[in-house]
C-alpha cells in the first residue's frame, strides 16, 4: 500500500475551503446590506431634493410669467450667473438649444413635462449629478430648473469606499481564521496519520495522542486509538493461535501418523490392528474437537455477537447441567454442591453460555480433585448470584487453584500450565469460555477459594429477564 | 428403504452409499444441487442425506423446497457449518436432523437409522418392552421380570430414548440432544457414566444383559445377541 500524501498546503485543507465559504457568505451578505441602505438612503435624499427642487422651479417660473420675454431672458441669465456650482438654470426654444442659463446643453432625456428628474453631465473634468424639472413656458419656449445632488454623490463615493474597505476587511480575515484554523486542524490530523502510518509499518505500540479538548478530532483519535487495540490483539491473537496450532495441533497429527503407519506394519497381529485403528479415531476426534473448540473461540472473538432477544432459565439450565455431571463427580470423589436460586432468567445464547458453565465445571471436576491436602472437602460448589450491575455464576473448588500471576494467561488460547500438561483437554476450555463471556459483555474472574479456585462467570446485569410464565420450557427440537 | 444422498463430494457420497448399501439399503448419489432436487422431486425415497452447500442448488433451498410442496420425506442435513445459528437455521428450513462435518460415520448411520425409523407411523403404545424390561410410559413404571426398578427421572427419559430406539445404536451426542437437550460437546465421558449407572439397576442383577455398548459407536438395547 502506497503511504498516504502528507497534506501541507493550507488551501487545500477542508478547513480552509469551509472559512473561505463562509468569508464569502459575509461578503455576500455585506454586499446585500450595504446595498439596501444606499436605496434606502438615496431615496430619502432624493426626496428631499424634489421638494427643494419643486418650490424653486415654481418660484422662477411665477417670476418668468411676469416678465416679457427679454426681461425674462436677462432675469434667467442673472440668476444663473450667480451660482454656478449647485443652482443650475436653462432655457431653450424651439430647436434653440440654449436661449440662457447656467447649462451647456440640454440634457438629452429630459423632456418638459413639469416631473422630476434625475441627470448627469461632465464639467470641468467632474461628474455632476442634479436633479431639475422641466416646464413648458408657451411659444415652444422649455425652462429647466435643477439643483446639483451634492449629498447624493456624497453617499455614493462614501459607501463605495465602505463597501471595498469592508470586502478587503472581511476577505483578509477570513484568509487569516482559514489559514490559522487549518494549520491547528492539520497538525493534528498530521498526527493523525502519521500515527497510522507508523502503526501499519509494524509499531504496534502507537497511538494518537488526545489533546483533551473531547472535540471531534479527540473522538476520532480515540476511535482509532480503540480500533489500533482491537488489531494489535487480532494481530496478537493470530499469532498466538499460529504458534500453538503449530504445536498442540501438530502433536496430535503426528501421533495420529505413528499409529497409521503401526496399522499399516504387517507383522500386527489382527487384534492389535484392531486396537491400533481405534486408537486413530479416538486421536481424531480429539483432533477434531480441538479444532471445533478453537474454530469458536475465534468465531466468538472476531466479531460482535448478535444480542439474543429470548430470555431462557438460567437457574434451570444450572441445575440441569448439576444434575448431568453429578453422577461424574460422585465416582471421582467429589461433591457437587448447587446454590442457585430458583427463576433467574436471562436473555443470552443458552448453548454457549451452556458450553461455558459445562466447560468450568468440568474444570473444577478435574482439577478440583488433585488437592491432596483437603481432600476431606473435595467439594465443588456452583452458585449463582446476582448484584446491582452483574449476574455472577461461581464454580469453587479445592484443588490446587491457579497462582495469582498465572490467572491472566489461563484465559488465554492453547495456554496449559504446567500442572496441567499431563492432563487430557485441549487448552481451549477457558478460553471459550472467557470468549462467550465477552461476546455476551461480560467477563470470567479467577479467584483464590483458599484453597482452590474460584472461576466466576460474571455477566452485565441487563441481560436478566423476568420468566414468562412459570419455568420456561426446554428447547423443543428433537431429536428423532 | 431407499435412500437418496446429496452430496458434492464424491469420495465421501460414495462412501456413505457403500456403507447405507451394506445395511441393505438401496441408495442414490447426486452431485449437486440441481440433479439432486430433480431426484428429490421425483418422490419415493424414505430418508434424504443433503448436504448444506451445493453447487446450483444450496441444500437449505431443497429441503424448503420440498417442504413448501407438502413433502415430509425425513431428511438429514450435513454441514461444516456448525454454529449454534446454523443447526437452528437448518432445523427450521424443514430439516429432521443435522450432523456437523467432520463427523464420525457411526454416528451418521445411528441418526439414519433414528430417522427411518421416524418415517414409520407412530407408535401408539403406551410401553415399551425389549425381553423382560417392560418401561410403561403412562404410569413412569419400569419392570424387568415382574420386579419394579426405581429410576430418577433422568433416568427414566434415558431408558424411554433407548427403548424408543430399541434394535438401534444411539450414540452419545444423541443422548446428549435427545435426552438432556444439549446441543454442546462435554469433554468428558459423562455420558457412559449414566449408563453405567442406569445398566446397574437394570442390568446387574440378570443373566442376561439387554443394555449394550458397541465400541466405538454407542449404546443399544436389544433383546437379541450382542452383534
Redesign the interface.
Known sequence: MAPAPSITIPWRTASFRLTALIASLFLIAALVIVAVLYWSMSDLILRQLVHDVTARAARVQARIARLGPDQAQSYITRVAEADRTTFFLLARSGDRHREAGNLDAWPSHIHADGKPDVFSFERGGERILALGIATNLGDGRMLLVARRAVAQEQLTRRLQWILLAGSLLIAGLGIGAGLVLSRTVLRRVDAISQTGERFLRGQMKERVPLTGSADELDALAGNLNDMFDRIEQLMRGMREVSDNIAHDLKTPLNRLRIRAEQALDTRMSDQDRQVAL?RI?TET?EI??TF?ALL?VA?LEAGAM?PVADAFDLSQLIA?II???A??AE?AGISLVCQVPPGIAIAA?R??I??AI??LI?NA??YGRSHKASAAVADVRVSLTTNPREIIVSIADHGPGIAEPDRQRALERFVRLDESRSM???GL?LSLVAAVARGHGGEVRLLDNAPGLTAQLVLPRHLLRALATGPSA??T???? | MRILVIEDDAEVAAYIVKALKEEGHTADVAHDGESGWTLARSAGYDVMIIDRMLPRKDGLSIVADLRQGEDRTPVLILSAL????DR?KG?KAGGD?YL?K?F?FSEMLA?IE??I??SQPEEQTTKYVVGDLVLDRMSHKVTRAGDAIILQP?EFRLLEYLMK?RGQVVTRT?LL??V???????????ID??IS?LRAKIDKDFDRPLLHTI??RGYMIDDGPRT
Do not use: S
Open positions: 481405534e479415531v476426534d477434531i474437537r471445533n469458536q468465531k448478535e440441569d444434575e448431568l455431571y453422577p461424574v465416582e445464547h448453548q454457549l451452556g458450553q459445562t466447560n468440568e471436576l478435574k487430557p483437554g485441549t476450555g426446554p428447547e427440537i428433537e431429536i428423532a | 456448525g454454529e449454534v445459528d437452528v432445523l436432523d456437523t467432520p464420525a441418526r433414528a430417522l425409523r421416524r433422568r430406539h444423541m440432544e435427545g438432556w437437550d444439549y446441543h454442546f460437546d462435554p469433554q468428558t465421558n459423562v457414566v449414566h449407572r465400541r466405538g
